[in-house]
């Protein structure tokens, strides 16, 4: 989870990564190393837990994902489609 918050919020920040070195800094390289991090310590924990733990965690991890595709593509889910009012470049 903490992983994929720091790496969309570089995702959503990525017009305002340009426009200045604070910018490119707190907006773009700290949530990118912190995510980067976060999933490598989540992978080494899979291959360092029982084959059942690692089994159950990474299901879920492909079950949210599938979520996620089906609000997006099937159920058209507002989220995906609103335009944004904050943050617009």
Known sequence: ??????LSC????????????RELTFS???PLVGGI???AL????LT???????????LLVVLCLVVGVVARAVLRI???TD??????V
């Open 83 to 88: 335009a944004r009012a904050v943050h617009e």
């Open 1 to 6: 989870m903490y992983a994929v918050i720091a």
């Open 37 to 39: 991090l976060v999933l």
């Open 28 to 30: 773009g390289i700290l």
């Open 78 to 80: 507002g989220y995906f």
């Open 48 to 58: 360092t837990q029982t084959q059942e733990v690692s089994l159950v965690a990474g």
């Open 10 to 21: 570089v995702w959503y920040y990525r017009r305002l990564i340009g426009r200045s070195p």
């Open 42 to 45: 989540f992978l080494y924990g």
